[in-house]
């Protein structure tokens, strides 16, 4: 049983919409062997090291149902084991994850995909590691894998490692409870590091913690609060209740400071923070020396402050209003007359409520050297035997990550010393702080009982209001929360994500500069990079989920356009959970073949995606019966379908029942992009009038400019400014690299694109039909090495019999291919669709071919390159100079082709028609 393969999904994938990790499994021999037949040992053994399992539900959906599950019939496999061990590891770290599905693999006998949720990567793919192991470990030796359990290997040890692990990468309680916080108000957030810095809200509108520490939180007023000594001067200036205090740095001076205060004194150090290197109580010179080292472990400087009798609370206070307190008792047991002091520790580690760390609300009281001494200081040792009702402190500090316990105390507090922490919170300039206050009792003010401040804490933990071990639980997340955000302020910004198979990166062009012309500031990612107003500000194929992150993350920007690619989609889903407004433009034959999509559906799942995630509006090719079908899967608000036909029979009666459409009508003077929207009839622009149309001509970027209108306007952005966005986008090289671009400095023009399957192709060779061209057409043509020799052929089919001159190259990365393998399978292609063999040139490198295409050029003729190293390949076509002298005539004119009517699906073609309140979309096809 091995692991061959791992992938992880940050966001919305195949699988589901939140982070999961997909294994595929080799269960080998195991196939064989269900957990029936490995036998109740293995079955004991497994609830035995996960007693929690038994809260599984299962296919039987109550609890114990996944153990019935192994027991009955012939039981289950170890694939879904795996899958159920894998969640409940992160469970018993303490994250919350539930979802899981194991299914075989067609024709791959015993390898099965295994999908489970996680939160935290790193955790994630452990927790599929350890379950793997432990299942290895309670299996009989005779099946067991070799090297798959190492020598000595304990089963509790790798799960506290492994808890201990999860917990140094997981978010804090404090951080949790702010994310959680955020998200009930609806806020999104991203983890900027693997510590605490949290973004909450996306671009212009974001807001930042690090813990309890807000982008808001003054640096000032941090290093005050970390400045012992000068906050309490602060406090005692302004008449707060303050120990007397001296700050020293040798032992000789600790104790002298000691005299002058008088016993007991607290040391602590300088600038220290979560109770580490205090000691407190200290009766004599030695005590003080003690503690003076302990302290300078911590700090260069320590403190010395009188002893305040009372308990410790801790009072919470959020942009100027006291909102928690609590009393917090130091790690401790009490004598019963029986047990002794280890006995009496171990009985309280076993309160389920303590685990490692932060995993649960209380942390594990250790016998470590801080116990000792506070044993040592009360005449005890671990063996010693407790007379009843005596309480022994195992901890100087209440820190409840040291063993304390919390008790909320907030309804009781007095009023003036509700006021007295607030005054010394606003004192210091913490937006958000704790007050450290000692008092015999919290119900009595301060100025009649006495009482003191030890310290002011800048990132004030949350977990003891939270979590309290006695009391009420108070939610102290989200005042900071509405404090960042006050209640109706934005915390978001409105982001659209274009997928498709062609087309998307110029229709993502062109809505990121339809929303420039507007106002906004978009970001945008791409093929070739990310824009952040219109700027490249990093170079590459931008169009997974890092990059929507890198978008999102930049604090100028006020809208997002995100090209989602679908490489992307199926190597690690989406970079976000949910977008305003997803498009799907098409789905043709491109990367078949390839990560286990095989079929042109299999590949519209995959596109599909985009529009279940979107909120307010699908766009959809409605002329492509592959993105048709997506109409049943998307929770939309609005469905808009995007057709070419007038004529559509099922976008017709989605208008005439209120739905949104964009549609191609012909006029006296062309045609024209039309909107329809809740019955209303909405001319927006002559084709011949948008430049990236070459006058209309060029239908598949009509089509995108369709897709980028709707877009735009169900992102509502005014009409004025869609039309203006249109008029003014053109696809230059420098707009658009590779996407129809045309040079028409030569004798001869130029179309220069980067269409690297058969529909872009396709496309291409329509428009070069449609074009007015007195001379010759001549193509150069590739394809991609990785693609299957069928989509090869499918590439040479596109143009064969519609040009006079081929010539074809391949791509300067081979990509399995051997060197001159991808022009003779085209070359072979076109002679079989009737290309004449002299009408077709091998010319294997890029350079050459383009050059050799550049000399054949004649005075109007028309040269269609399909370029793969763009920037080069563009410099070549514009620096090109022809050798010679005028350039001959130019041959008659060919005949223009005849324009073919656009095919759209007929309402015949579909079954289960809906019509609602969002007009006429398709049932799911799996809604049995």
Known sequence: MRILDRSIYGGPSLYAHFPVIRLELDLGELEHWPTVRLGPDFIDGLIEALPTLAEHGCSHRTPGGFIRRMREDEGTWLGHVLEHVAIEVQNIAGEDVTFGKTRSIDGRPG???????YTQKEEGVAAGELALRLLCSLLPEALRPAGSVPEGWVWAEARDEFIRYAQRRALGPST???????????????????????????????????????????????????DKEETNKILGALGLPVPRQELVQ????????????????????????????????????????????????????????????????????????????????PGHVVGDGVHTVAQLVEAVNADPRRGIGHEKVLTRIELDAQAEMMMARAEVDAGTVLEAGRML????????????????????????????????????????????????????????????ICECNAAPGFRMHVAPSEGTPRDVASPVIDMLFPPGAPSRVPIAAVTGTNGKTTTARMLAHITKMAGYTPGMTSTDGVYIDGQRTVEGDMTGPVSARMVLSDPQIDLAVLETARGGLIRAGMGVREVNVGAVLNVQSDHLGMKGIDTLEQLAEVKRIVVEVATDCAVLNADDPNVLRMSGYTDAKVICYVTLNPQHGLVREHIRAGGRACALEAGVNGQMITLYDKGSHIPL??????????????????????????????????????????????????????????FNEHPFKVLFDYGHNAHAVGVMADLAERMDVAGRRIVVMAGPGDRRDEDLVAIADAVAGRFDHYICRRDDSLRGRDGDE??????????????????????????????????MGRHGDLLLIFADALARSWKQVTKFKAEGGPAPEAPKPRAAPVEQAIESPALSDFEGLIIDERGVHLAREDAD
Not at 704 to 724: C, E, H, P, T
Not at 829 to 839: D, I, N, S, T
């Open 250 to 329: 040798s032992e000789e001076l600790a104790t002298r400071a000691a005299r002058r205060i008088g016993y007991p004194v607290v040391t602590k150090p300088y600038n220290g923070n979560h109770g580490r290197g205090i000691s407190i109580g200290l009766r004599d010179e030695q005590e003080v020396i003690e503690g003076f080292r302990k302290a300078r472990e911590i700090s260069r400087s320590v403190i010395v402050e009188s002893f305040l009798e009372g308990d410790d609370h801790r009072l919470l206070v959020i942009n100027g209003e006291l909102v928690a307190a609590t009393r917090r008792t």
């Open 822 to 855: 991808v022009p003779r399978i085209q070359a072979k292609a076109l002679k079989a669709r009737g290309v004449p063999e002299e009408q077709i040139s091998i010319i294997p490198d890029e350079q050459e071919a383009i050059d050799a295409a550049l000399r």
């Open 393 to 452: 402190l195992l901890r100087s500090t209440a820190n409840l990550s040291t063993g304390g316990t919390a008790t909320d105390v907030t309804d009781i507090i007095h009023p003036d010393n509700r006021e007295m922490a607030v005054r010394a919170i606003r004192a210091i300039g913490l937006d958000v702080g704790g007050v450290d206050f000692l008092t015999t009792n919290i119900a009595e003010s301060y100025k009649k009982i006495g009482g003191g």
């Open 685 to 742: 622009l002559w084709t011949h009038l948008i430049p990236a149309t070459l006058e209309g001509k060029a239908l598949h970027n009509v089509q995108n400019a369709m897709v980028a209108a709707s877009m735009a306007y169900a992102l509502g952005i005014k009409l004025d400014a869609i039309r203006q966005g249109l008029r003014t986008f053109d696809t230059t090289f420098y707009q658009a690299p590779g996407r129809m671009n045309v």
């Open 176 to 226: 949790l409870s702010l994310v959680r916080a955020a998200e009930a108000r609806g806020i999104p957030w991203l983890r900027l590091n693997n510590q605490s810095l949290v973004q909450l809200g996306y671009g212009k509108y974001q807001q930042r913690i690090q813990a309890t520490v807000t982008g808001r939180t003054s640096h000032i007023a941090v290093e005050l609060a970390g």
């Open 111 to 117: 390898v099965y995909t295994v999908i489970y949720e």
